[in-house]
């Protein structure tokens, strides 16, 4: 099983790619995601993020698994703070304000145009994990005085909640 890359990671920076077969290879992946999102534990978990640049992503917010394949946002709406937090930078939480509401458009496994929309968790996870693949990182969304300081924290600490 391949392993959660952590902020700093080439791939965490770059702009994935569309996947173009739904065939098996994608669905190990994504099985494979999933497996590692829940021994995380984590509720979402990006392809980038275990150093693959393919449009897709998993999430579960307490509903059952879920995956998003070359996913788009159609709808923002409201804006709220939120405590959040990335698996790509464990041990660390800063509030982020966000749209509250999210719609995004996508396919399923076997191709099939679907869409996930909600607010609260579900809305945030949905924006985070489009995030991680145009190439951005939760970082990237914090003022630049606490942006400045978590770089900081970083590289004096590393990651605490790493393996814990
Ligand atoms: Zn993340």
Same mark, same amino acid.
């Given at each position: 099983?391949l392993? *959660?890359v952590?902020?700093g990671?080439?791939?965490?920076?770059?702009?994935?790619i =569309?996947v173009t077969?739904?065939?098996d290879?994608l669905?190990?992946l994504?099985?494979m995601?999933?497996?590692?999102?829940?021994a995380?534990?984590? +509720?979402g978990?990006?392809?980038?993020q275990i150093?693959?640049?393919k449009?897709?992503f998993v999430?579960?917010?307490?509903?059952?698994?879920? *995956?998003?394949v =070359?996913? @788009?946002s159609?709808?923002?709406k409201g804006k709220i703070n939120f /405590?959040?937090g990335?698996?790509?930078l464990?041990g660390y939480?800063? #509030?982020i304000? !966000?749209?509250?509401?999210?719609?995004i458009?996508?396919? &399923? /496994?076997q191709? =099939?145009?679907i %869409?996930?929309?909600?607010? &609260?968790l579900?809305g945030r +996870?949905l924006? %985070? #994990?489009?995030d991680?693949?145009k190439? @951005?990182v939760l970082?990237?969304?914090? &003022? !630049?005085?606490?942006? @400045?300081?978590? /770089?900081k924290d *970083?590289s004096? =600490?590393?990651?605490?909640?790493?393996? +814990?």
């Amino acid at each position: 099983m391949l392993d *959660i890359v952590t902020f700093g990671h080439p791939s965490l920076k770059i702009k994935s790619i =569309n996947v173009t077969s739904f065939d098996d290879e994608l669905k190990n992946l994504t099985d494979m995601m999933l497996e590692i999102m829940y021994a995380a534990p984590g +509720v979402g978990l990006a392809a980038p993020q275990i150093g693959i640049n393919k449009n897709v992503f998993v999430f579960d917010v307490g509903d059952g698994p879920n *995956i998003a394949v =070359n996913p @788009k946002s159609i709808k923002k709406k409201g804006k709220i703070n939120f /405590l959040e937090g990335c698996l790509s930078l464990p041990g660390y939480y800063w #509030e982020i304000s !966000r749209p509250e509401y999210a719609k995004i458009e996508c396919f &399923d /496994l076997q191709g =099939n145009n679907i %869409h996930y929309e909600g607010d &609260d968790l579900l809305g945030r +996870v949905l924006q %985070h #994990e489009l995030d991680h693949l145009k190439g @951005k990182v939760l970082l990237t969304s914090l &003022d !630049r005085k606490t942006r @400045k300081q978590a /770089l900081k924290d *970083i590289s004096l =600490n590393g990651f605490p909640g790493k393996d +814990v």
